[in-house]
């Protein structure tokens, strides 16, 4: 019994001792299981991956568009994607916008220029988990061409600007890749000023959109903003050619100053130099002597003014207009305005949903304009300035303050934001504007504001070369540089005016915006030339 | 028992520091003589009755002054003004054409302030679904009057407006591309506003709203109101019974109003009395526009051919065919 017990004692001790080892060895067993289950498991994995991805043909980054091939796939527009489309299998090419990958399934969204719809990816019979994982990597505001099927939704999906579809991918193709580090994130530039710094979110600084305008003018207020530009190029020609004029073209390298000689950039022209026109007021005015009766022109302006204001630009797009009349420039000034009326007319009526885009992210009161346009005269508005408390001579110019003063003025009792200010004086205007007829320190001459800016100068012309160069003699101007210009008109010329506005600031003031670089697509001022 | 009078002895007034915990009594110390002096009061109280006497006397002459500076100016008008060549344009006007004639003449700088040096325009906010046919009738009678400069505007809250609307202050004026030479400007916006509005100066006076108080105050540039304050008020009451009851009101109330019409004019060739006003403008209006002039009853109907022969309602009678 006592050996039983001595016996049972070193048994316990070696079985102890072998309960540590065989713990030990079980360890290391588990461990090695483990491992191998990995290795296994890992060896599955890479079969799985080269076995079971069954949709392999259907995801990749597709060869660069040579135009190896002529393909005859439709492509859907995703603007036009509507719940009639549903269940249809269609083909789509859009940016990728935002992706957000959830487990089995990927968010996309889809942009084309201002519209965007939801796509999905998510496992199942025509999706495997690499291609998920795949469409998941894919850079933002890379293109991609997507075989998708329409889907309705129940829950309006409120993000996107096709709120009542999705597409549920089928094939996804990278057809050119953005770089993964975006300089500047969509998002961010179209934050409305202010929102962003209350929730301390970025917002993208002027000069870097502008640094980086091709990412900056995808955005959906850019988009809106240069679609109502064209707008209003278009409507400008429509108009125009309505009332009988002819849309002329203009040499932009000229050998003299056509206004006054200040503020024109010199270029080298072979072994003299030129200038760079300022505006093409003079073939205008030779237009019109050469009996073309109406005439209009669109194309760059430039001015080599060192001023960093938010309306002006060294060089600019302006829309030019120079008319013979019959008997009263009233004539014109009736032309111009209701072409402008017809522009905003046109605007309102065509461009209200990209009016409301860029209201989104600026905010602003709508355009209001009378029809005909209020015309006043500069004494009338003389008047209402003193009213208002402000000290002016009857010969001086308005100031810019001034100017928006009165435009406020003018909003008040008449409630428009474009107005015509007639009969400025004389001495402010350039040498070639004619005297009115009665009082002599006036002139026939006229300035249009819109929301309290000037846009738009213009006067009745002296059609009489001997009245110009008295007129030339009295600013005293160098009678043998503008000798081309006075013997133009020695040949018989109708009586004429006309006037110059600048589009990108016409869409400004339109837009209720506030600087004039927002509505030029690659603005050059003085200190931008790039891109 | 006359007694008289010695210094205080004592310095004028001692501050002395009162507990708060006790009311307060009037010092019995005090001397009311002071205050009294000033008026020549002898001491018991009463002013002398020569003081009386002289201030009656200086009152006196300050009245006839008064009366005289009054009969002077009065005077002075009627010989030579500043208005006087403004005032021989309008008469020639007047007697070219004109069939009404106010006895008050108004002034244009009494009314709206003195003159700018520059064209004075009267801006109207008018709706197209009601169009203003007062304002219509005293615009015409304004440019019998003065030269105005009539313009008519679209605002961009309307997008269309029927054609009459657009020519119903007339044809434009031959001078209307000078607004200096005008004297007024009337300035018709039809634009979409709840309530008609006029604009006149931006600084120094709020919008005027409704069109019985524009007409109110565009009847003040060519007549000035009965100097009497119940033939004033008369007027006044007749041009809100037109807007409240003739145009707004029901069937019973209009009925009410065209007997009463009747009977006023049963008395007076026109309505304030024996002369033609503001009254009669409105009051013609409104039966014309809520189509109760044919089943008028005979003074009404009398009353509405003799409106209708000044020549006046011409524009506003077009605007409701």
Redesign the interface.
């Known amino acids: 019994m006592t050996k039983d017990t001595v016996q049972g004692a070193m048994e316990e001790e070696q079985q102890a001792q072998s309960k540590k080892a065989l713990k030990k060895q079980q360890k290391e067993a588990e461990k090695a299981a483990k491992k191998a289950e990995k290795q296994t498991k890992l060896a599955a994995e890479q079969q799985t991956t080269e076995e079971e991805d069954f949709a392999k043909d259907r995801y990749g980054v597709s060869a660069m568009v040579q135009s190896q091939q002529k393909l005859d796939r439709e492509l859907v527009r995703i603007q036009d994607l509507t719940p009639e489309k549903a269940d249809q299998l269609i083909w789509v090419r859009a940016r990728v916008h935002t992706s957000r990958a959830k487990g089995k399934q990927c968010f996309l969204v889809l942009r084309q220029q201002q519209f965007n719809v939801q796509a999905l990816v998510a496992v199942g019979d025509r999706a495997s988990k690499q291609m998920v994982k795949f469409a998941a990597n894919i850079t933002k505001e890379s293109i991609v061409d997507v075989e998708a099927v329409v889907r309705k939704v129940e829950m309006r999906i409120e993000s996107c600007s096709q709120q009542d579809v999705e597409l549920h991918v089928e094939r996804i193709f990278v057809i050119s890749q953005a770089e993964p580090r975006l300089p500047l994130q969509l998002e961010d530039a179209v934050r409305p000023d202010g929102e962003g710094e209350e929730e301390s979110r970025a917002t993208v600084n002027q000069d870097t959109k502008l640094d980086n305008r091709v990412i900056d003018l995808r955005t959906t207020t850019s988009q809106a903003i240069f679609r109502l530009q064209s707008g209003v190029c278009q409507l400008f020609r429509d108009t125009l050619t309505n009332k009988g004029f002819v849309e002329i073209q203009t040499p932009k390298i000229i050998s003299a100053a056509s206004e006054g000689g200040a503020n024109v950039f010199t270029v080298s022209y072979f072994k003299t130099s030129a200038y760079l026109a300022q505006s093409p007021q003079l073939y205008k005015q030779m237009c019109i002597c050469a009996d073309f009766d109406k005439v209009f022109c669109v194309g760059p302006v430039f001015r080599a003014e060192d001023s960093n204001t938010h309306r002006h630009l060294t060089e600019f797009v302006g829309l030019d207009i120079e008319m013979a009349f019959n008997y009263h420039y009233h004539e014109v000034i009736d032309s111009i305005t209701d072409t402008m009326v017809q522009i905003f007319k046109g605007l309102r009526d065509n461009f209200q949903t990209e009016i409301q885009t860029v209201n989104k992210q600026f905010p602003s009161e709508p355009f209001k304009f009378l029809e005909p346009t209020l015309r006043l005269e500069y004494t009338e508005a003389l008047a209402m300035l003193r009213e208002a408390g402000v000290q002016m001579g009857d010969e001086e110019d308005l100031s810019t303050p001034n100017e928006k003063l009165l435009g406020r003025l003018v909003k008040e009792k008449y409630d428009t934001d474009f107005y015509v200010l007639d009969k400025y004086p004389l001495a402010v205007r350039p040498f070639y504007t004619m005297p009115d007829p009665i009082n002599p320190k006036n002139s026939n001459s006229y300035d249009m504001f819109m929301r309290g800016e000037e846009i738009l100068s213009g006067a009745q012309r002296i059609h009489d070369s001997q009245l110009l160069t008295e007129r030339a003699i009295h600013h005293q101007i160098d009678l043998e540089k503008i000798k081309a210009y006075i013997d133009s008109f020695r040949y018989g010329a109708p009586p004429h005016g006309g006037g110059g506005i600048g589009l990108e600031r016409v869409c400004m003031l339109y837009l209720g915006l506030h600087n004039v670089r927002q509505t030029s697509m690659f603005p050059r001022d003085p200190k931008r030339l790039t891109p | 028992m006359p007694m008289y009078q010695v210094k205080p002895v004592c310095g004028g007034e001692i501050k002395v520091d009162l507990p708060t915990c006790m009311y307060k009594l009037p010092n019995v110390h005090e001397q009311p003589g002071d205050s009294c002096t000033s008026e020549h009061a002898l001491q018991n109280g009463e002013v002398d009755p020569a003081v009386r006497a002289l201030e009656a006397r200086q009152d006196e002459i300050m009245r006839k002054l008064y009366e005289l500076k009054a009969a002077v100016e009065g005077l002075a008008k009627t010989v030579t003004t500043p208005d006087a060549d403004l005032d021989l344009t309008v008469s020639s006007s007047l007697s070219s054409q004109s069939t009404t004639t106010f006895k008050g003449i108004a002034d244009l700088d009494a009314v709206l302030g003195k003159d ?4 004075r ?1 009267i ?1 109207i ?1 008018a709706n197209p679904a009601q169009p203003p046919l007062t304002l219509l009738v005293l615009h015409s009678l304004l440019c019998q009057r003065y030269r105005v400069l009539s313009n008519v ?5 309307v997008s269309s407006v029927p054609p009459q609307l657009l020519s119903c202050l007339g044809p434009r004026h031959a001078d209307s ?4 030479l005008f004297q007024l400007g009337f ?1 018709l ?1 039809w ?1 979409d506003v709840p309530k008609l509005q006029m ?1 006149f ?4 006076m709020c919008p005027i709203e409704g069109e019985a108080n524009v007409a109110r105050f565009l009847f003040k540039l060519l007549a000035l109101y009965p100097s009497d304050p119940a033939a004033a008020t008369m007027v006044d009451n007749w041009v809100d019974t037109a807007f409240f009851q003739l145009a707004e009101g029901s069937t019973k109330e209009r009925a009410a109003v065209l007997r009463a019409l009747n009977s006023a004019l049963g008395r007076n060739p026109w309505l304030a009395g024996s002369e033609f006003s503001l009254a009669d403008v409105a009051c013609y209006c409104c039966v014309l526009q809520s189509g109760s002039a044919s089943s008028a009853p005979a003074n009404v109907q009398r009353w509405i051919k003799s409106c209708e022969n000044l020549g006046h309602f011409g524009p506003a009678k077009l605007l409701l065919k």
Do not use: C
């Open positions: 700018p040096g520059a064209l325009d801006v906010n505007h679209v605002h961009s809250s591309y000078a607004r200096r300035t916006i634009k604009k100066s931006v600084q120094s």
